[in-house]
């Protein structure tokens, strides 16, 4: 006798009902993490001097050895930092890449809204505070 094909239950998080109506809300949750592990790994081990070193020497053959998927790759030589938010990389870990390729972070909060460094710099309470 044939056993019933398994379906697995899916479940949702009551927490997130309606969020998708939140614009620029991007979920950071427990299936996100493990869809995307490689990448945020990739970004974490660059607190390490050996991964900064790797990526600085050959960039393509750390994100290969990172087991980065191709748009993955296309998005970090991009530098596409809000693409990698809404990929799913945690908010968190691309500000250690970020220190690899010399990039400050309010360049790249600027990059994320979408807004020149300037402009975005003129909607802080001191604008002049580099």
Known sequence: MNSPA????VFTNP?????EDLAGTYVFDI?????????????????????????VDDPEA???????????KAMIRAQDWIGLVRH????FVPEKFARVVSMPNLKVYAAMRGESFEDFMNTRNVPTMR
Request: proline share 2%; glycine share 8%.
């Open 88 to 91: 799913g990389a945690n908010f």
């Open 15 to 19: 927490q997130l009902a309606g969020l």
């Open 31 to 55: 299936r996100t993490s493990h869809r995307v592990l490689k990448l945020n790994r990739f970004f974490w081990n660059m607190i390490g001097a050996d991964a900064r070193k790797a990526f």
């Open 6 to 9: 398994f379906t697995r239950p």
């Open 62 to 72: 750390s994100m290969t050895a990172a087991g980065l998927t191709d748009e993955e």
